[in-house]
């Protein structure tokens, strides 16, 4: 409770939060309340195809070369990116977070081994890993991500192993062992409640980041595949229509934005509530 | 003590000094009327439990105030001049200059990156214009005063490559190069180990008088006080509760506070301290800043607490020999028609020589010690304390035999190079604890006792050596012990902040404790069992829900210890459980663990570098140095005479609350030797005060029998040590 008052009381973190559970909505109810399916060409009275109208009160964010209503564009492809980059997030946090609490809490040469493992993998740009991966694996749902899971696991990781570590000698960890607690409680009864901050504020961060990589490779061309809408895939195409109808640029270019620091601001707001100092990666 | 000068001459002094911090919209008051004066060539100590305000008087004297504090009214007169009307930015030729600070920690105040002898050399660069090289020749004069070997290597030095007592020279070589009128001395030796503690108290002494400077050394031991200062101030709940001559206060207190407080500390220098007595100790904790009323600050936890004491603040009265006291009662007090300690029935008592010397002086304090009654008075437990140790109980409960550990750098560099030395932690130590016993272990800072305790309960093991609870062997991993060991076996730690986990209900974690020792038990069982651990601890039932950071140091504590007796452990290893609490609470947590023992048949290995503390609470008493032991005995053969060297040493150290106390001067030179780099021969022959020759140089010594058990590792005969330490 004392930390939701505090995570509202700063201004920004609200208008975050309050943008960011908007989208989230959006990704629920976003195709039912979407004037027009995604992939309806839109025609006029005169039964011709409606492309590039500029925003206006039927077409509010404009139609796009093709005569599809970007608005409902917009709304439907919430749903694929909040989605991919929500799954990603929750099973790279999940997953990162057992490894790194393992680690952090058994230390020796397993962690050792796994931790110059991480390290040599994030030496590797997230992108070129990622355009590698999916080239390889094909441009699925599925595939992408696994790409983000792969890519951010060792990140979480490695900010729940140093938490983990600072825990581990700690005096009401060491008295746990004293009373025969087994590794498995030590981990998630003593150790867990320790690094949520982090976890926390991580996983926020992590969240904001695979929206921008889903973005980006939508973006080029690996993302969710057409006719589906996808925001990184709609502002590639509208680049190229730019000239004639800058609209349809704007628009989806303008909700990776807002989501994306939206996110942002809220991880920020995370991390002032826990006073937790992590790094940025 | 010296006499006060006949004429003294006022260097600082406050009048009527009030001090608010803001805390959320409202100023509270931290300091409300203080009235101080610091005179040249007098030390002056203020004496206060935490919370109590004193290092914000410390340095709001100095004019040095957080931006959310400020001065609500009164002056600081400097030679006259007016400091709290100041602006800062006129404060700072000042600050350094006429007024220096010594910190708690030499090391948070030191720049790592300069070295000591720039960094003394630019205070009198900065305030007086000196060239650099004069600066320069002054630092190594500094530190040359401060009586440090080589000044001119050390002033090449940085901080962290100094041992802890030199740091403490360098902080006050620094506050004294500019040869300041006023120095205030915050806590400078609670870091300290005591032997190191000794020799800095010596060196303050000296160069304050001979800077004729004026100081206020603030601190929370009354014994460290006792035997520096000539005046001293005690602070409660931001006022002055008492200022007098330290001979004067120590042996006739009059406010109910002092009494309590100088009360409450366990002795080594009254050894023979027998099971029957208990530490007199204060109901209550101090009020917390909303909490400050009109009313007197203590009434709520005075037991002398009358219907006006509760209503008006009584004044600071001057007494005729120019002693102050906040007191509503206090000439009943200073008559003795009234005693804080004994508002019901007379006390037992503890020992001849404290209650000769207090009747002597009829001091108030000869109501506390005792009769053969173990009826306490003062206490907020009630409870009674019998030790039924009879002879036919003393059968063993750990027996560790030859144990010795060896940390080795474990990196992968350091074992590939094989450049890596071995820090011989414990050196060959066996003991054994009896049933409802206490044995102790003594130690400065790197003896190896905090190691010994780890390796007993098992968070590390041994290279060598066995151990044995209850007759049975256990093996030294804890995952290889067996769940009826590991119930047998529990520990209190240091830091009570770090012994709760944060997250967990109070009695979420007993619970468990209890759970884990007997998983047969029904939930609702778990509960009462919970319930009736804590009263056993005197907490009230409705902490059960509450989480630790809604607790006070010594609850936290508590609560750890009711934790610990959840198993109904053979064996508590108790490892500096009060060494973070204030006296008073350290009083209330001595007295429980005493009565717990008796009452629930359990042991303690009881580790502390606190003489006081162990030999109030033990019967045997181990004294280590540099991994190994030195002396074992009772508590009174170790701490009486015949002795080995170092505890003699040691003893000496130990400041003591009564100023008039006979002491014999014995100061260890130089700094404990690095445990990678053993001395060969006697460990201890480097610093030794009664060094023979080579022999201690090149053989070790052997363990010489004392008699009754009492064993001495040194060269020097028994009959030799005898004679030399009769005084």
Known sequence: ?281 | MTPPHPVTLAVLEARDLSVEYKIGRDWLNVLSHISLTLNADEIHGLVGESGSGKTTLGLSLMHYLDSNARIAGGQILLDGDDLASRPVSQMRPIWGSKLAYVPQNPLAALNPSYTVGEQIAEIPRQHTGMSRTHAARRAVEMLRQVKIADPDVVATRYPHQLSGGMRQRVAIAMALVTQPRLLVLDEPTTALDVTTQAVILDLFRELIHEHQAAALYVSHDLATIAQLCERVTVLYAGEVVETALVRDLYRQPLHPYTIGLLASRPSAHTAGVGHETRLPVIPGVAPSLAERSSACAFAPRCPLAIEVCRTHKPPLDITDDGRAIRCHRWQEIATGDVNPLTPQSPLPQRGEAESVNAQKSRSPLAGIVSTESDQPVVTETGGTAHVGDSAGERQTVLHASALTKAFRDSGLFARLTRRARAVHAVDSVSLHVNRMSTLGLVGESGSGKTTLARLIVGLESSDSGGLELMGIDIPQPLDGRPASALSQLRMVIQNPNEALNPYQTVGYGIGRAIHKAMPALKPYEVRDRTLWLLDSVRLPASLAGRLPSELSGGEKQRVAIARAFAAQPALIVLDEPTSSLDVSVQAVILNLLKDLRAQRGASYLLISHDLDVVSYLSEWMIVMYLGQMVEEGTSAHVTGFPSHPYTEALVSAIPSANPDAPRRLIRLEGDVPSARDLPTGCRFHTRCPRYLGDICRTHEPPLQDAGDGHTIRCHIPVEELVRLQTP
């Open chain 1, 1 to 281: 409770m004392r930390v939701l008052r505090t995570l509202l009381q700063r201004p920004l973190t609200l208008i975050g939060i309050i943008i960011t559970l908007i989208f989230l909505v959006m990704a629920l109810i976003g195709p039912n309340v979407a004037p027009y399916p995604f992939d309806n060409f839109i025609r006029d009275t005169a039964g011709k195809v409606a492309k590039r109208v500029p925003p206006s009160a039927e077409f509010v964010f404009g139609t796009d070369k093709l005569g599809r209503d970007i608005y409902s564009r917009v709304l439907w492809g919430a749903r694929d990116i909040i989605g991919l980059a929500g799954l990603a997030t929750l099973l790279s946090v999940t997953l990162g977070t057992v490894i790194g609490l393992a680690l952090g809490y058994r230390g020796g040469w397993v962690d050792e081994v796994v931790s110059r493992l991480f390290d040599s993998l994030l030496s590797i740009p997230a992108m070129v890993l990622a355009l590698a991966a999916l080239a390889t694996l094909g441009a699925s749902p599925g595939a992408i991500v696994a790409v983000i899971v792969l890519l951010y696991t060792p990140i979480v990781a490695r900010v729940i192993r140093s938490a983990a570590l600072g825990l581990r000698g700690v005096g009401y960890v060491e008295i746990a062992r004293l009373r025969g607690e087994s590794t498995l409680y030590i981990l998630f009864r003593e150790i867990l409640p320790g690094v949520l901050p982090a976890l926390a504020v991580e996983a926020a961060l992590r969240f904001s980041y695979a929206i921008f990589l889903t973005a980006s490779l939508g973006f080029l061309g690996l993302g969710v595949q057409p006719p589906s809408p996808d925001w990184g895939r709609m502002v590639y195409e509208a680049r190229l229509d730019y000239a004639r109808a800058p609209w349809g640029l704007w628009f989806p270019a303008g909700a990776i934005a807002l989501l994306v620091i939206s996110v942002n601001l809220t991880a920020d707001g995370l991390r002032r509530v826990f006073r937790y100092e992590g790094g940025v990666i």
